[in-house]
């Protein structure tokens, strides 16, 4: 796990940029540095030592018998068994490490290295005898792979080592704060914030011709058809436990200390159990609490770690309001962008505290509610098929399973939350309505809305995968561009921030296509979510959790911040002096949204957020285009 830097061109001024801008990575790679100059070509690297700690695995590493030059950010987690693999063929490895056998991977296979690769990774591969640059990103995105074309090909795992190369690249692009804050759109497709800056789309590869300086991309992977006809539960209760268990297994695969982050949730209390059949010992786990606001998931978090208690240390970590506007600008520096939830500042603190105790890489649940079916729109999905299903020849559905589904999805969800999500997968018109007044967008300069013309699918990932199954088309579609990659974003960017390897074993791809091979009924049954993992829990004896009805995301008290002293803060950014944001919004109309925010409408309290974190991106872009 590491941060990753390259430079094909000549400027002299780029070239002489390079360490510092290399430097501006070394949160992400705290351990050791390396750079790699050949004719008109730089790699670099920062490393973050997880597996062979030894010398041996510096990067940018270079394969001996044919001279390509890998750097590489991300884990292989099963790099021994390709190891072997290669052995066989005749391979020789001067390493342990996972690097090593990339680079030897390639060298085989070539492209098709990347159908043998379970891991997270974004990497560039040099290779002079072809005359090109190979570079990959894993299928799912954890890990970021960021370039340019303006001036000459730069690329990088964040932006802001390219603005260090170049500065004259710090230019906001317009149509990508449109749709972060009109829909909610952040990651997901090649667009970034940045005007000329791209970001090279999960599943995909891209080979840059070193004589022609023409690039070509493409998609390696893709999401699988559902299996037809009916499915034994059994079958699938064994199938998806040997997946998970194995996922897990191949995470907990380092050199370093490994930890967990655990809410008490159906997902990381599975994760939890899993780890418990690998005889894993003196695990640390670490869980958020609001100091004055509640205890957050921390009675769940205790229950889960009972029945380990001897093995499981589980460490409360405070999420509180001192400094938490200094530690959001620090979120958006890393996150080289405005942000959509404030559920991303607990993980700020989880991640400062691991560190601080010596745990290096930590396991956690992301991607099992894009998966399984976690969220309330597919339950909201789920009941209104069934409802239609009563109306139809054959009534596919009984009035009884009605009734069932309603009441679990109020359990899990709330009543009113429940009805106001059917109403808008039923009539979203009303919604639109309310976005003309409720969120951010209602904030946006009319001039700003009629330029920006909306397209259609801005990623042809997952497109019209499931057409006869809505619950699993709408999976599809929060898995590969609409949810998962903006959650995947800000994990990678806030876990680096405190040089540290988060591993999520949801996103192994073996029990992704197991699960998308499925239909959403064995997902979602009788209204409740995620039944393959909660039939898992209950198999592990976590009977209490694999039942919990509620579903809690990331609460924080960042809402009433906000709104302290009569919105002061928001007050102070969004319309004093001379914010930069007012480029893009109606300052009367941010006014009115403070109003109604701080009268109590905390509906708005993540839209306040999304205007306050731009207004904070938008300054410390203005400091990159100085430097």
């Known amino acids: 796990m590491c941060g990753i830097l390259g430079y094909v061109g000549n400027d002299r001024t780029v070239i002489d940029r390079f360490p510092s801008a290399l430097d501006t990575l070394v949160h992400r790679g705290p351990d050791d540095s390396g750079i790699f100059r050949a004719d008109g070509v730089i790699l670099g690297h920062r490393r973050l030592s997880i597996i062979d700690l030894s010398k041996e695995g510096h990067q940018p590493f270079v394969d001996a018998s044919s001279g390509n030059v890998v750097t590489y950010n991300g884990e292989i987690y099963n ?43 974004s990497f560039s591969i040099l290779d002079p005898e072809k005359k090109r640059l190979f570079f990959a990103r894993d299928r799912f995105g954890v890990k970021p792979f960021y370039y340019t074309r303006v001036s000459g090909f730069i690329f990088a795992s964040e932006p802001k080592a390219i603005l260090k190369l170049d500065p004259s690249l710090a230019k906001p692009d317009l149509r990508a704060l449109y ?80 930890g967990l982050t655990l809410s ?72 080289d962008g405005p942000g959509l939830s404030p559920a991303v500042y607990p993980v700020w603190r989880v991640m400062e505290r691991a560190r601080q105790q010596g745990v290096p890489v930590l396991l956690e649940g992301q991607g099992a509610d894009e998966l399984l079916g976690g969220y309330v729109n597919y339950s909201a999905l789920d009941l209104l098929e069934s409802m239609k299903n009563l109306l139809r020849p054959g009534r596919r559905a009984s009035l009884r399973e009605v009734v069932n589904k309603w009441q679990a999805m109020g359990d899990a969800f709330g009543v009113k939350p429940s009805v106001l ?144 002293d009569n919105c002061t803060v928001l007050r102070l950014f969004l319309l004093e002096g001379a914010p930069r944001i007012l480029e893009f919004c109606e300052r009367g109309r941010i006014s009115e949204l403070i109003e109604r925010f701080g009268g109590g409408g905390f509906a708005l309290g993540n839209h306040m957020y999304r205007l306050l974190t731009t207004e904070i991106w938008l300054r410390s872009l203005a400091d990159h285009g100085r430097s």
């Open 79 to 121: 790099y021994l068994e390709i190891r072997e693999s290669l052995e066989t063929l005749g391979h020789d490895f001067r390493s342990a490490c996972d690097t090593e056998v990339l680079l030897h991977a390639y060298r085989e296979w070539g492209e098709a290295c990347l159908q043998k690769f379970n891991g997270m990774f």
């Open 179 to 258: 749709e972060f804050l009109q829909f909610g759109r952040l990651g997901g497709s090649e667009r970034t914030f940045l005007e000329n800056i791209e970001s090279l789309l999960p599943a995909h590869y891209g080979v840059l011709d070193l004589s022609s300086g023409r690039i070509e991309t493409c998609r390696y992977w893709d999401y699988p058809e559902q299996s037809s006809g009916e499915t034994d539960p059994r079958s699938i209760e064994a199938e998806f436990e040997r997946c998970f268990d194995d996922a897990v297994a191949l995470r907990t695969r380092s050199d370093v200390p490994v």
């Open 264 to 335: 008490g949730g159906i997902d990381s209390t599975g994760i939890l159990a899993s780890l418990s059949k690998t005889g894993v010992e003196d695990l640390s786990s670490f869980t958020s609490v609001y100091g004055g606001s509640g205890p957050g998931e921390l009675d769940w978090a205790r229950l889960a770690c009972a029945p380990y208690s001897d093995r499981v240390t589980l460490t409360e970590v405070l999420a509180g309001a001192e400094g938490w506007l200094s530690t959001l600008e620090k979120i958006v520096w890393h996150m």
């Open 421 to 564: 999500w059917v109403l808008r997968e039923s009539f979203p018109f009303l919604f639109e309505m309310n976005r003309k007044r409720n969120t951010a967008a209602y904030a946006l300069k009319d001039s700003v809305v009629e330029s920006c013309v909306v397209s259609g699918a801005r990623n042809d990932i997952a497109a019209s995968k499931y057409p006869d199954d809505p619950v699993s088309e709408r999976l599809c579609s929060d898995h590969a561009k609409d949810i998962l990659p903006s959650l995947l974003h800000y994990g990678d960017a806030i876990s680096m921030a405190h040089s540290i390897e988060c591993r999520q074993p949801f996103l192994d791809y073996r029990l992704v296509e197991f699960v998308f091979r499925l239909r959403s009924e064995q997902k979602i049954k009788g209204g409740r979510t995620k039944a393959p993992l909660r039939g898992y829990l209950m198999r592990a004896g976590q009977e209490a959790i694999a039942r919990r009805a509620d579903k809690v995301g990331y609460m924080t008290p960042v809402d009433a911040w906000m709104s302290k």
